[in-house]
């Protein structure tokens, strides 16, 4: 399922969320005794999200909205809390804020999960053509919410339009847990809720930083090749297109990538001086290239 929005921005969208999470929050407020206005404001204010959330999703937001929920303790719930509620002096009080507590943690995994919905944001969803970048991608969204709450792998794939085989999600739990980078809220189902640890949030982030590395690292050989090519178009049009000059700035093309940026700056810098004793290059010429391709001043030319 893809998830869009509709005439509203991300950020716009968001924003509304934040105030939605502060009328809940002002709902906790002790000044609040009259159990009837609560449940009035709380049920006022949960059609309010689900109608935002209506007319502001595409392809049935309800499948996102139905993680809210205000309802009130049952019988499935803790034994003891039930217990203190039906003991205290104002029972159907304490019912409706522990209705407004169950609204607000609930309201809190929805913002989470939208955090983790790439389409939401324009993001294009991303080529996943195997388990470990499909791993990867789970851990990276974890990390985004970085907290003591657990989320559903199932749901994130769901979420981001991604397929998996019938049991892969906890298949992949198990996995994680097992090198420990979650941990698994029930090992002893086939569910795959899972909390990111500390291990888990140290991995995926030396891996993006490291991917961002790359990228920076490929982003600038591709700018340095198309200075390259500019300062070789330049010299042909001067006359300087010499077959000596050419290859010596192919080898400085061929370089880019085993040197370090110090390293290919100093080598360039020696063959420019070479160029430049050779009569090849004069230094203005030479100190122009030099800048131009390292963004510095080749000051021993001056």
Partial sequence: ????????????????????????????????????????????LHQQIQDFAQKS???EPEILTELISTSAISLLDNFGLRYDIERSENPELEK?????????????????????????????????????EKQDYILEKLSHVFNDNYYDIALILDYNDIPYR???????ADDLDRRGYVVIKDKYSNKS??????????????????????????????????????????????????????????????MQ???????????????????????LLNKETANFIYEFLTDQRLKFLE
């Fill in 257 to 279: 990538d085993k040197l370090s940026k110090k390293s290919w700056s100093q080598l360039l810098k020696g063959k420019l001086f070479d160029l430049t004793v050779s009569k």
């Fill in 193 to 254: 809720e899972v909390q990111l640890t500390v291990k888990g949030a140290n991995y995926i982030e030396r891996k993006l930083n490291s991917k961002k590395r790359k990228a920076e690292k490929q982003a600038l050989e591709g700018s340095l090749n198309e200075k390259i090519d500019e300062i070789l178009d330049r010299l042909n049009k001067l006359g300087l297109g010499q077959e000596i000059i050419y290859e010596d700035f192919e080898e400085m093309r061929q």
């Fill in 96 to 132: 409706q804020k522990y209705r407004v507590t169950t609204l607000k943690n609930t309201f809190k995994f929805f913002k989470d999960y939208i955090e983790l919905i790439d389409s939401l944001k324009g993001v294009d969803q991303p080529t996943i053509n195997s388990i470990r």
């Fill in 166 to 172: 019938t049991d892969e999600p906890s298949e992949i």
């Fill in 1 to 44: 399922m893809k998830f869009t929005l509709i005439k509203i921005g991300y950020q716009d969208f968001t924003a509304e969320l934040d105030r939605f999470t502060s009328s809940i929050n002002s709902l906790n407020n002790p000044k609040h005794t009259n159990s009837e206005y609560l449940r009035r404001e709380l049920e006022t």
């Fill in 57 to 59: 999703i595409a392809s």
